[in-house]
């Protein structure tokens, strides 16, 4: 079955405490991207990768790294949490053909992490 | 970045009408995509848009890339129950990356009363 899987789906932790949240595709995708969800807010993106070793940032990357090393996978991190990064975090990922982003883009499940 | 305001913010609407909701920007773009979030799950692309003044259906929905390319709009016909969740809009800026990030509305939450 084509996914986008991540894990965890929840995850509570403290401030400071670095934690990484895993983001998997088995679709062959090139472009992968993190977003976050907040209230009011909607989807911002964080980070995406056009593919492999290729990273940039989106619209809200201070807090995060990221990084591209296997097609399939494009882990999440948080190296220094602090609360204001509890949120419901997306992973998604797409084909990457000519249309770039505008491909239609698989989300993962989502994970939800909050940090005390 | 860019922003899309996306209306209206939530509506209670009961089941078999009709539903209407619209995404404007102030700047142009190429391409509008509409996505369904249901409560626990991520989104899930409904429709895509390319060309100015496309009309595009998907069953009961239909989405339209506004002419000026500065505005779209989604409508929901004969709503049933399974139609409740978070409508967004969403689109890729014109950036010297080209079309790889997307900027999302800030959603429209759709309630239907049985």
């Known amino acids: 079955e084509a996914q986008v899987t991540q894990n965890p789906r929840y995850l509570i932790t403290v401030t400071g405490k670095k934690l990484t949240v895993t983001c998997s595709q088995n679709?062959?995708?090139?472009?992968m991207s993190w977003y976050r969800q907040d209230p009011g807010l909607g989807l911002r993106q964080i980070y995406y990768?056009?593919?492999?070793?290729?990273?940039d940032k989106g619209d809200v990357p201070e807090g995060y790294k990221v990084s591209r090393k296997e097609k399939r996978n494009f882990p999440l991190i948080l190296e220094s949490p602090s609360p204001n990064q509890t949120s419901l975090y997306f992973c998604a990922s797409s084909l990457g053909s000519g249309r770039g982003g505008s491909d239609t883009q698989y989300f993962g499940p989502g994970t939800r992490l909050t940090v005390l | 970045g860019q922003q899309l305001n996306q209306s209206p913010q939530s509506m209670f609407i009961q089941e078999g009408e009709d539903v209407s909701m619209n995404c404007t920007s102030s700047?142009?773009?190429?391409?509008w995509l509409w996505y369904k979030q249901d409560p626990g799950e991520g989104p899930v692309l409904l429709i895509a848009l390319y060309k100015a003044g496309e009309l595009t259906s998907n069953g009961r929905l239909t989405a339209q890339f506004g002419i000026t390319r500065k505005d779209s709009f989604l409508n929901i016909s004969a709503s049933i129950p399974s139609d409740v969740g978070i409508y967004f809009c969403a689109g890729p800026p014109l950036t010297g990356a080209g079309s790889y990030q997307l900027t999302f509305g800030k959603g429209t939450k759709l309630s239907v009363i049985p």
């Open positions: 990768s056009m593919n492999v070793e290729v990273t």
């Open positions: 679709m062959n995708h090139e472009y």
């Open positions: 700047s142009i773009f190429n391409t």
